[in-house]
């Protein structure tokens, strides 16, 4: 199966992409025309890089979920081994990049690029943003409610949310194709 595009999810230490930390990062290579996904996903958790920091906001949000923040931490690796695992993984096939928002993902993933001056995978020209592709397909500029699909797994685990934007994706791909047949 050839893959034309990837959904990326991060969880950090804050919302600023130049100083907050990436803890857990997942990556799903998908076919956006034939909804194909790959079972080989990247799916890892990085320490916090020296330079790198709490917000204050975001750590007290995380000690509300300690489970799934000890469960992400406690396989945590060094980010620059990850960083280059990931390029490693995405590989030279010019992917698409998705996420939700586009500008939080991809600006976390092209800082650590530009700390370890290594190449960033994906290319701000193709990169995805599902919520604006969502309105686009909408016809309708309001920020989209998709809490009709329904969420498996453990809301702000990088993996389940990255799975779960995937299943959005696809759901308002086919709602759209169903509307314009009818």
């Known amino acids: 199966m050839f893959y034309t595009d990837c959904m990326g999810d991060i969880e950090t230490t804050g919302t600023d992409p130049n100083n907050a930390a990436i803890i857990q990062i997942c990556l799903v290579k998908f076919n956006l025309e034939t909804q194909d996904v790959s079972p080989n996903i990247f799916n890892r958790s990085l320490t916090i890089k020296p330079r790198r920091y709490w917000d204050e906001d975001t750590r007290k949000w995380w000690s509300k979920m300690p489970d799934l923040y000890n469960k992400i931490i406690g396989r945590a690796e060094s980010p620059e081994k990850v960083i280059r695992d990931m390029i490693d993984w995405v590989g030279r096939d010019q992917l698409r990049f998705w996420g939700k ?47 009709y699909v329904e969420f498996d797994g453990t809301p702000h685990d990088a993996q389940d949310d990255t799975f779960h934007q995937i299943k959005i994706l696809f759901a308002e791909m086919n709602r759209n194709i169903q509307a314009s047949v009818v």
């Open 101 to 147: 928002p586009t500008i939080f993902d991809f600006s976390f993933i092209d800082s650590y690029c530009k700390d370890y001056g290594l190449p960033m995978p994906f290319h701000w020209r193709t990169a995805r943003d599902l919520n604006s592709f969502i309105a686009g397909l909408r016809h309708n500029a309001e920020h989209p409610d998709t809490d």
